[in-house]
C-alpha cells in the first residue's frame, strides 16, 4: 500500500542563456509532509517555485501534482486544483484591507465571480472564512486595516493568511519569514506548526531554525539539482550537503 | 462615515442641480444651456464607461472613442435607411425607432469590443496602450471609407430618433425631453457602476489592476474578468454615442478621432480616476474649460496643453477626489 | 510585373520614414521607459523648418540643417521640461503628458503657420527619374530617400554595435537600473538618446516634405503607424523597428496599390473604390492583429 505523492517533480531543465537554473532536478513530496528546500543563493530555489506555479515554463521534464500532469497549466488553473503559494517578496493588494485581501483568496474557489450585483464586502460567505484565516495567523485585530499600513511582518502573516485561507491541498512558502524579526519570526512558525499534518507544505526558507523545526524532510538544491533528500538530523550529518552548504556556518 | 457622507452628499446636490437645470435656464431665459449640459452630460457617460476599465480596471485603454462613434453609426445608419426608404439587409430598411436602434448600438459596440479586446488584452502595458489606439484608427478609417454614409464629411441625420410617449424631435421641447433622457440614463448607469464595483466581479476588477499576478496565483483567469468589463465599457460608450447622434442630428469620424479617445482620458484623470463622480466633474471641467478658453482664443488648445501637463504632474487625483477628501472610494 | 517593381519601392521608401521614427521611438521607450506621443511633433517640427527654410531660401540643404538642427533642439528643449519629470511615472501619466505637448505643439503650428498647407519642392538636382532597370523608370528624389534611409540604418547599426554609447544603449535597453548603478550619468544617456531620436524624426520630416504636403496632423498620422511599426518589430529593439518598418511600408504601398484593383474584379468600379480605400487603410491594422495573436510581444524581443 503506497501512497501516492502529493507532488512530484521529474527530471526538471530549465535553462536561461548559458545558465542552466535547473539541471535536471527530481523532488517528491508526500501527503502530510512539511517538506523543506534548502540550498545556497542561486540555487535555482526562486526558478523552481516558478515552475511549479506555473509562472515559468520548463524546458523539459514534468510536474505531477495529486498525480496529475499540470506541466503545461497556467497558474489559476493549479491553484483552482488546490496548489497555493505564498510570495517571497511581499504580493498583496495594497489598496484592499487585509479582510478583502484573504476574501479575494475564498472567492476564488467559490465558483465564478461574473456577479455584478450583490456587494462582496458584505458576503458572509467570503468574510467568514477569511476572518477565521487571518486568526490563525494572528492577524485577526487587523482585519479592517488597509493592507499597504501593514508593518513588514503583519503583511508576511497577510500573505500567509491568503495562501491558507483556501484550504489547500499543497501550499508552497516561498521564504516566508523573510525580513522578519526574532519575534515575528518565532510565532511564524507556531502558525506553520499548527498546520502540519494537515496541509501538505513544501517550504523555501533561509532560516535554519525554522526549518529544523518544522520539516520532516529536507532536500538539499546545488546548481539546480537535488544533491540530498533526508530527514533533518541526517542532512545536518550528510557530508556532502556540509560542505556545500552548511559547510561555511559549520566553520564559524 | 463622515467622508462617505461627503461623497454621498455631493453627488445628491449634483444630481438636484442638473434635475432643476431645465426649468432653471428657461427662468433665466437661457435655454441653450440644457443643451451645453446635454452634451456634457452624454460625455460624462462615456468617460465614466472608460473609468470602468481605465480608472478601476487599470487598462489604459487608448481607443475608447472608437465606440463613442460606432454607437453613433449605427443610430445613423439605421436612420438614414429608414428615412431614405433604402434596404440595409434582407430588405429591412432600418429604423428611426430609439427602441431599436439603441440596444442594436449597444450590442454592436460590445460586440466589436469583444474582438478588439479579445486581442488586445492578451498584450500588457505599452503595447496594449498602442495597440487599443490602432485599432481606433482602423475602426475611424473605415468609417471614413464608407462614401455610401458620408465618409468624411460625415452623416446628416433627418430627425432624432422616435422615443414614444416623448417627441425627442419636438421643435420646442425636443432638446429637454433628451436632456432627461441623457440624465436618467447617466445616473442609471452610475448606480449600476457603483453596483458593479462592490460586487465579487468588480473586486476582481480592482484585485487585478493592483497585482495581476497575485490575482493569477490565487485562481482567478484574470484575462476573462478584463475582457468582460472591456466590452461593458464598450457598449456603455456605444450607447452614449447613440445618444451624442440624437443630439447633434450629426455623426462624423470625427467623434472616433484619437483625440477624441485623449479627450476621454483627460476627463476621467481630470475628475478623478476611480471614483465614481469623477468622469462627470471631469467632463463638466474640460468642456467648459475649452469653452472658456475658446471665448479668448481660437487658440485655446495651445493653452489647453500645459494645462494638462501641470494637472497630469501635479493634480494626479482630480478634482472629485479633492473634494471628498482622498481615500477609500468605492461603494462601502 | 514593372509596377510591382515600382511598388516595391515605394514600400521600401515608406519603411525607411517609418524606419527613421520608429528606431527613435524604441530606444526612448527601451531605455527611458517612456512613451511619448509627442514623437510625431517632432516630425512635423522638422518638416515645417526644412519647408519654410527651403522656400524663404531656396536651399535644399539648409532646409535640411534647419530641419535637423530645430527637431534636436526642439527635442531637448522638450526632454528637459516635460519628459524628464516622466521618468519615474507610470504609462497613463505620460500618455496624458504628451498628448498635452501635442494639443500645445499643434496649435502653435497653427499660430506660426496658419492652416493651410506647405508645400517644399524636390530640389533640381534630385529632380527626374532614373532607370535602375533598364525600362523602368523611378524616381531619383524617393531613391535618395531610400538610400539616406539605409546609410542611417548603418550607421545606427555601428553605432550601437561598436560604440561606448551603443553597448549603453544595449544594456539601458535590457537593464535600465544597472546601467545607473554602473556610474553612468544615466541622465545624461537619456539625453542624448531622446536626442537621436529627436534628430532622426526630423530628418523623418525633412526628407517626407517634398513629398507629402506640410501641415498640422501629419504627426499624428505617421506617429500611429510608427506604434504599429514598432509593436509589430517589438519594443526596444532597433533590429524589430528596421523589420517592423519594412513590413508596414510594404503591406501599405501594396495593400494601397492593389486592394482597389482587386476588388474591381467583383464589384462595381465606384465601390470598388471606395471599400477598396476603407479596406487598405485598415491593412496594416489587420496584419498588426495577425501578428500579436501569433506574438504578443512583437517579431524581435528587446534582447535582440
Known sequence: MTTKPMLQVIDLEKTFGALRATDGLNLEVMPGECHAIIGPNGAGKTTLMGQLMGELRPDAGRVLFKGEDVTALPPHTRALKGLARSFQITSILKDFTALENVAMAVQAHAGHSFRFWAPARKDRSLTDPARAALDKVGLGHRADTLASLLAHGEQRQLELAMAMATDPDLLLLDEPMAGMGVEDSARMVDVLQALRGRTTMLLVEHDMDAVFALADRISVLVYGKVIACDAPDRIRENAQVRQAYLGEEAAH | MVKLSREIWATALILLALLLLPPLAYGLDQPFYVEVWSRIMIYALAASSLNLILGYGGMVSFGHAAYFGIGGYVVGILSFHSTEFLPLIGGWEGTTSAFISWPLAVIISGLIALVLGAISLRTSGVYFIMITLAFAQMVFYFFISL????????????????????????????????????????????????????????????????????????????????????????????????????HQTFISPDSMAWTKSGELMVMVILGGMGTLMGPVVGAAVLLTLEAVLASYTEHWAFFLGPILILVVLFARNGIWGWVVGRGREDGR | MVLLFEQLLNGFQFGVTLFLMAAGLTLVFGIMGVINLAHGSLYMIGAYLAAVTINQTGSFLLGGLAGLAGAGAAGMAIEYVVIRRLYARDHLDQVLATFGLILCLNELHTILYGRTPLFAAIPSFLEGSVEIIPGVPYPVYRLAVIVVGILVAIGLYLLITRTRLGMLVRAGATHREMVGALGVDIRMLFTLVFGLGALLAGLAGFMAGPLLSVEVGMGERILILTFVTIVIGGIGSVRGALIGALLVGIVDTLGRAYIPATLRLFLPPVQADGIGAGLSSMAIYVLMAIILVWRPKGLVSAHG
Open chain 2, 147 to 246: 462614401e455610401a454614409y458620408g465618409g468624411d464629411d460625415g452623416l446628416m441625420i433627418a430627425r432624432r430618433n422616435d422615443f414614444p410617449p416623448l417627441n425627442l424631435a419636438d421643435f420646442f421641447y425636443g432638446h429637454v425631453y433628451l436632456y432627461y433622457v441623457v440624465l436618467v440614463a447617466l445616473f442609471g448607469f452610475l448606480y449600476l457602476k457603483s453596483r458593479l464595483i462592490g460586487s465579487r466581479f468588480g473586486m476582481v476588477l480592482q484585485g487585478a489592476k493592483q497585482n495581476e499576478r497575485r490575482m493569477a496565483s490565487l485562481g482567478y483567469p484574470v484575462y476573462r474578468y478584463k475582457l468582460a468589463a472591456f466590452v461593458i465599457a464598450g457598449a456603455v460608450c456605444g450607447f452614449a454615442g447613440a445618444l451624442w447622434a440624437n
